[in-house]
């Protein structure tokens, strides 16, 4: 991203630079490696605190809120006290990008507490925001769209989740994006293929985003497949 600040100062450039390439680790990895990415991301957030203008800290608070999440009903208030945070200072500057990842967290919140139907109108926001008014958001909007299709599954609406992921695969093939092709079928999103009574299916596409995923370490795709194997012997009545 361009640079906030016009500046000569080659120390004030150097610190800019690292707090864009941690915020770039850290949310490529926040949904393959995230415990490595909330490292990361600790590290974002102090170096923008301590440097960076407005919009990085209004990023780095909003990325800290995601991670603060997955702590549950024990961490809401904090996650949320978090995303005011982040999201008064995204209104304040009228940033699109740091307005869209405040109702992208703001979702995350509401998902890792079990509250689904809100969850999904904040990913729908986000997910207008970066559309309509970000470049360059590929990460953003699968992970909103990624987590509005888990939701959509939590709520019971079959349909809208068989739409949503087979929409989703075919952009995600069309462009040759690995992290979303293998996404979309695991995890409960897998579950498409279950709906319509193909267990068989269900198990070959799991099979195949695993095939073209890094066999090395154990990665949230490889918990996702688990995700996604177990509820494919259950259908199958095979405890």
């Not at 490696?33 to 490292?39: E, T, V």
């Not at 209004?58 to 208030?77: I, N, V």
């Not at 740091?98 to 139907?117: E, H, K, M, T």
């Not at 959509?152 to 068989?162: A, E, I, S, W």
Request: glycine letters at 8%; proline letters at 2%; one cysteine or more.
């Amino acid at each position: 991203r361009v640079l906030e600040e016009d500046t000569e100062d080659q120390n004030a450039i150097e610190a800019l630079i690292r707090i864009d390439a941690t915020w770039s680790a850290a949310a490529g990895l926040s949904m393959v490696d995230p415990i490595r990415a909330s490292d990361i991301q600790t590290r974002n957030l102090l170096l923008a605190l301590k440097a960076g203008g407005p919009y990085r800290v209004a990023r780095g608070l909003a990325m800290e809120a995601g991670f603060a999440a997955t702590g549950g009903h024990k961490q809401e208030a904090r996650a949320l006290q978090l995303v005011e945070r982040s999201a008064a200072l995204a209104e304040r500057l009228g940033n699109p990008h740091a307005i869209g990842l405040a109702s992208l967290v703001r979702g995350v919140v509401a998902f890792q507490n079990g509250r689904w139907r809100l969850a999904c109108d904040s990913f729908r926001r986000a997910e207008a925001t970066f559309r309509t008014q970000c470049v360059g958001v590929s990460w953003e909007l699968e992970s909103s769209t990624m987590f509005r299709l888990e939701s959509t599954f939590y709520l019971g609406d079959l349909p809208g989740l068989q739409e949503g992921v087979r929409a989703q695969l075919v952009e995600a093939e069309g462009r040759g994006d690995l992290f979303a092709t293998t996404t979309m079928r695991l995890a409960h999103m897998n579950a498409i293929w279950l709906a319509e009574d193909t267990p068989g299916e269900a198990r070959r596409e799991a099979d195949l985003a695993m095939s073209r995923w890094s066999a090395r370490g154990y990665l949230a795709q490889h918990w996702y497949y688990l995700i996604a194997a177990q509820n494919n012997d259950l259908y199958r009545g095979d405890g």
